[in-house]
């Protein structure tokens, strides 16, 4: 579950940031919502991953990359975030 809300986290970030690019940073108030929910979903990923790492008898590669890719994202929204204030 945790990668799931880190590929929906990325896939979203990654969608607002190329239609940001392409209108020319001219987008819709909804954005700054959905990327809210984004960051909600991120943070729940790091949590579920971080529980799935301290299970002892299951594979640790899984929770690491969806830990990997949920921190990403934060940092990416917390940049935008910077960008956006500057």
């Known amino acids: 579950m945790a990668l799931v809300l880190g590929v929906i ?3 979203s970030l990654v969608y607002a940031a190329i239609v940001s ?3 020319q940073g001219e ?3 909804e954005f700054g919502s959905a990327l809210f929910v984004t960051f909600i979903f991120a943070v729940a990923g790091v949590i579920l991953g ?3 790492r301290n299970e002892a008898d299951k594979l640790k590669t899984i929770p690491t990359v969806a830990i990997v ?3 990403l994202v ?3 929204l917390g940049f935008f975030l910077w960008i956006g204030l500057n």
């Open 21 to 23: 690019y392409i209108r």
């Open 27 to 29: 987008v819709p108030d």
């Open 50 to 52: 971080g529980l799935g």
């Open 74 to 76: 934060i940092l990416s």
């Open 69 to 71: 890719l949920n921190a």
């Open 9 to 11: 986290s990325a896939s």
